[in-house]
T-cell receptor, first 112, second 114 residues
Framework: DAKTTQPPSMDCAEGRAANLPCNHS???????VYWYRQIHSQGPQYIIH???NNETNEMASLIITEDRKSSTLILPHATLRDTAVYYC?????????????FGTGTRLQVTL | DAGVTQSPTHLIKTRGQQVTLRCSPK?????VSWYQQALGQGPQFIFQ???????QRGNFPDRFSGHQFPNYSSELNVNALLLGDSALYLC?????????????FGEGSRLTVL
């Protein structure tokens, strides 16, 4: 399985953009990059996913480099409620099954 | 529309006992995956069920077993509990087993083994 590397923690001022980096240098051509977040031991919450094109939804934007070896999750206007652990995940699809391989995540602290 | 529901939310067992955790998937979903999350760690994949069969398994011993019922709900069973089995057990559901789309997670069952 492709592994991901994320900084253990980051800080962001409320109202500013939060840019969370992720390295996945061993990603395969058919593997997707997913981002989830987990707020204080609740179940992980889906944010966004992509294969090779940049993606945007109501929560965030995902920028994937052309060689697909790294990506950045962007929260355009961070709020205190965005304080959470953010997981960058490579989703492995093996025929009739798929799984998420979580790393250690980035703990994002949004401050006033 | 109910999301993924898990029961019980908390439970305490002693070493050597057996535990059963339950999961009801989100409406319209037919695939259930189970994850174990130790304190301070990311969730680790245990196994996935689709069409009442185990489709893929992570690096967990045979003490961990599961079942999926015709209504798509699922159970996770852990036998001969060890102290190291203390964790948050998460259930995730999806439509089909493919890469596309998102997995919806429940709030988890927190197991403490004494």
């Amino acid at each position: 399985d492709a592994k991901t590397t994320q900084p253990p923690s980051m800080d962001c001022a409320e109202g500013r953009a939060a840019n969370l980096p992720c390295n996945h240098s061993t990603i395969s051509g058919n593997e997707y990059v997913y981002w989830y977040r987990q707020i204080h031991s609740q179940g992980p919450q889906y944010i966004i996913h992509g294969l090779k094109n940049n993606e945007t939804n109501e929560m965030a934007s995902l920028i994937i480099t052309e060689d697909r070896k790294s990506s950045t999750l962007i929260l355009p206007h961070a709020t205190l409620r965005d304080t959470a652990v953010y997981y960058c995940i490579v989703r492995t699809n093996t025929g009739t099954a798929s799984k998420l391989t979580f790393g250690t995540g980035t703990r994002l602290q949004v401050t006033l | 529309d109910a999301g993924v529901t898990q029961s019980p939310t908390h439970l305490i067992k002693t070493r050597g006992q057996q535990v059963t955790l339950r999961c009801s998937p989100k409406s319209g979903h037919d695939t259930v995956s189970w994850y174990q999350q130790a304190l301070g760690q990311g969730p680790q994949f245990i196994f996935q069920y689709y069409e009442e069969e185990e489709r893929q398994r992570g690096n967990f011993p045979d003490r961990f077993s599961g079942h999926q019922f015709p209504n798509y709900s699922s159970e996770l069973n852990v036998n001969a509990l060890l102290l190291g089995d203390s964790a948050l057990y998460l259930c995730a559901s999806s439509s089909g087993t493919g890469v596309f789309g998102e997995l919806f997670f429940g709030e988890g069952s927190r197991l403490t083994v004494l």
